[in-house]
T-cell receptor, first 119, second 114 residues
Framework: EAQVTQNPRYLITVTGKKLTVTCSQNMNHEYMSWYRQDPGLGLRQIYYSMNVEVTDKGDVPEGYKVSRKEKRNFPLILESPSPNQTSLYFC??????????????????FGEGSRLTVL | KNQVEQSPQSLIILEGKNCTLQCNYTVSPFSNLRWYKQDTGRGPVSLTIMTFSENTKSNGRYTATLDADTKQSSLHITASQLSDSASYICVVTTSDNYGQNFVFGPGTRLSVLP
């Protein structure tokens, strides 16, 4: 089954304790990205990756790191979590990040989300 | 600045009724527009895609329209069901120097009551 898998789904941690949220996709997608979603706000992009070893900042990258060493994995790292990073996080992938015009481009496949609480 | 706006912010309707959600965008260049459905606490799922040349497209009880001239899209839900309760997010695909980019609307929260 084609899917994007995130782990953990739920996590409660304390300020300053490093954590990693994993994301894996089995669709051989080039493009992967991370978003956070807070009450009353839409999805905001944290980081994205056009392909292996290519990553770039989104709209809200402060306090986060990512890596893309393999095509299927795109972990999100919080080196020193703070309470303002309490949020619902989503990983997503898309077939390609390259500009390809047409009706079948640009569909994002999302994971089930990871709810993070930082105390 | 690329931007996607949605209205209303939230909507409550009775089961069986119809409703229409709106999306206005100022995104350039435009590649396509997708409507996603997001159930509470779950990841969004694509409902339909609209390209520049398409005016109307249906997917079951969902009908999306696109007016490329006014840069507006709508999602019409017919004969609503309780399972339609969700957030509906409008996402426009554009491009920059690096490739594709996605601009998200804030979503419309729909509640369908029995």
């Amino acid at each position: 089954e084609a899917q994007v898998t995130q782990n953990p789904r739920y996590l409660i941690t304390v300020t300053g304790k490093k954590l990693t949220v994993t994301c894996s996709q089995n669709m051989n997608h080039e493009y992967m990205s991370w978003y956070r979603q807070d009450p009353g706000l839409g999805l905001r992009q944290i980081y994205y990756s056009m392909n292996v070893e290519v990553t770039d900042k989104g709209d809200v990258p402060e306090g986060y790191k990512v890596s893309r060493k393999e095509k299927r994995n795109f972990p999100l790292i919080l080196e020193s979590p703070s309470p303002n990073q309490t949020s619902l996080y989503f990983c997503a992938s898309s077939l390609t990040g390259r500009l390809v015009w047409g009706p079948n481009t640009g569909e994002l496949f999302f994971g089930e989300g990871s709810r993070l609480t930082v105390l | 600045k690329n931007q996607v706006e949605q209205s209303p912010q939230s909507l409550i309707i009775l089961e069986g009724k119809n409703c229409t959600l709106q999306c206005n965008y100022t995104v350039s260049p435009f590649s396509n527009l997708r409507w996603y459905k997001q159930d509470t606490g779950r990841g969004p799922v694509s409902l339909t895609i609209m390209t520049f040349s398409e005016n109307t497209k249906s997917n079951g009880r969902y009908t999306a329209t696109l007016d490329a001239d006014t840069k507006q899209s709508s999602l019409h839900i017919t004969a609503s069901q309780l399972s339609d309760s969700a957030s509906y997010i409008c996402v426009v695909t554009t491009s920059d120097n690096y490739g594709q980019n996605f601009v998200f609307g804030p979503g419309t929260r729909l509640s369908v009551l029995p």
